[in-house]
T-cell receptor, first 110, second 114 residues
Framework: QKEVEQNSGPLSVPEGAIASLNCTYSDRGSQSFFWYRQYSGKSPELIMSIYSNGDKEDGRFTAQLNKASQYVSLLIRDSQPSDSATYLC??????????FGSGTRLQVQP | DTGVSQNPRHKITKRGQNVTFRCDPISEHNRLYWYRQTLGQGPEFLTYFQNEAQLEKSRLLSDRFSAERPKGSFSTLEIQRTEQGDSAMYLCASPYHTGTGELFFGEGSRLTVL
């Protein structure tokens, strides 16, 4: 079992729709969770971090964390073509380095 | 300088040659990470420095790989006797804020081994 699992996609949504990206993790002791966006040929950039159960909203982005079920999700409201990218889930397992999933590719259709 | 700078951005080399990548992290941040990313995969942790001390190395870091961070400033990652399987993007990262896992990545150094 991978430590951090994501559906590779592609996830295709129409412009203006809500995109829902999911991530599960195996280490129950994990405390910190992050979403990174990566455009093709570019390096990852941090878009959200979440540390406690529940929802955290930042503009069109909402991160959701459920530690009991060991999943993290990212919702993107009013999706735009510029949101088309690979979204990486990362987990801090306490071993000093983030563990990344393999990413979900999102395609927003104009 | 508030960013993470990496060079060279691209390196094409023949199998068996040695290559070295350099990372200049966010100023005054004492932690520095190296990751490797291959196509279709997320970044994989290679090694981590706290100041000049290399505190953790992944099992991915074979004896052909060596990383240094003299004086706790810039860092270098050297790969000796490159193999085609070493072809990847090598990413350097600093935390946005000391003590957090929120990483700011450099633009990466893409290695192609022919």
């Amino acid at each position: 079992q991978k430590e951090v699992e994501q559906n590779s996609g592609p996830l295709s949504v129409p412009e203006g729709a809500i995109a829902s990206l999911n991530c599960t993790y195996s280490d129950r002791g994990s405390q910190s969770f992050f979403w990174y966006r990566q455009y093709s040929g570019k390096s990852p950039e941090l878009i959200m971090s979440i540390y406690s159960n529940g929802d955290k909203e930042d503009g069109r982005f909402t991160a959701q964390l459920n530690k009991a079920s060991q999943y993290v999700s990212l919702l993107i409201r009013d999706s735009q073509p510029s949101d088309s990218a690979t979204y990486l889930c990362a987990v801090d397992t306490g071993r000093r380095a983030l563990t990344f999933g393999s990413g979900t590719r999102l395609q927003v259709q104009p | 300088d508030t960013g993470v700078s990496q060079n060279p951005r691209h390196k094409i080399t023949k199998r068996g040659q040695n290559v070295t990548f350099r990372c200049d992290p966010i100023s005054e941040h004492n932690r520095l990470y190296w990751y490797r990313q291959t196509l279709g995969q997320g970044p994989e942790f290679l090694t981590y420095f706290q100041n000049e001390a290399q505190l953790e190395k992944s099992r991915l870091l074979s004896d052909r790989f060596s990383a240094e961070r003299p004086k706790g400033s810039f860092s270098t990652l050297e790969i000796q006797r490159t193999e085609q399987g070493d072809s990847a993007m090598y990413l350097c990262a600093s935390p946005y804020h000391t003590g957090t896992g929120e990483l700011f990545f450099g633009e990466g150094s893409r290695l192609t081994v022919l």
